[in-house]
């Protein structure tokens, strides 16, 4: 099988998932935490090499205070769950911003290894494109690294991206590293993720003609 080095993932589908349940929107975020630890030791399992999940973005920080406060304290549940792995994690987003949680400050300058370090996490806190490439001059996306003044420059080009929820949109993910990311689309909210619909995503991207536009 043909494996994608770098996996990023968008969990969308938190707020439906809680409306759906008979919770509050702001409840949903909770339940999709350990699917976020399943997807890691899937990917170590399967061999990728990068990991990166969505958590928040520079736009999602406009919605009801109840619900930015609920998403924030999930990603920094979520953290603590990933440093009980074998990761080199890093976590990228708008760190100047009041809303940026101050626990998840340390690491944001550089990767900060637990265990044996073996996959890199990246890990999108308030993120926004526009932010990332607000003092870029030159960039080049090949498949080790991202030069210039990126913000997100020591995040390698994406592979596949697998977006649960049903949607088929980038949401601002990284768009220089996903300038060739192949795109699978899941129905399923993330809270009710299913680890044989990432099987099925790696099956897909086996079967996808992969040409970097050669």
Request: charged share 20%.
């Amino acid at each position: 099988m043909k494996i994608p080095k770098h996996v990023a993932i968008i969990p969308d589908g938190n707020r439906r998932w809680a409306q759906k349940n008979g919770f509050q929107k702001q409840e949903g975020y909770h339940f999709g935490l350990d699917p976020g630890v399943s997807v890691l030791r899937l990917a170590q399992t399967y061999g990728i090499e990068e990991l990166t999940y969505y958590g928040f973005t520079t736009d999602n920080t406009k919605r009801p205070a109840p619900q930015v406060q609920a998403f924030i304290k999930a990603c920094v549940a979520a953290i603590e769950q990933i440093k009980q792995e074998n990761v080199r994690l890093m976590v990228v987003g708008n760190w100047q911003s009041p809303v940026f949680p101050k626990e998840l400050l340390p690491y944001t300058k550089e990767r900060v290894v637990f265990g044996k370090g073996s996959m890199k996490v990246n890990f999108l806190v308030n993120y926004g494109w526009e932010w990332d490439m607000s003092h870029m001059n030159t960039h080049s996306a090949n498949r080790t690294s991202i030069t210039g003044n990126l913000y997100s420059k020591d995040i390698s080009r994406i592979d596949l991206i697998i977006r649960w929820g049903g949607h088929t949109r980038l949401s601002g993910l990284l768009p220089v590293q996903s300038v060739y990311a192949d795109f699978y689309s899941i129905d399923t909210l993330w809270p009710d993720f299913k680890p044989e619909e990432f099987i099925d995503a790696l099956n897909w991207y086996d079967k996808q003609d992969v040409t970097l536009g050669g």
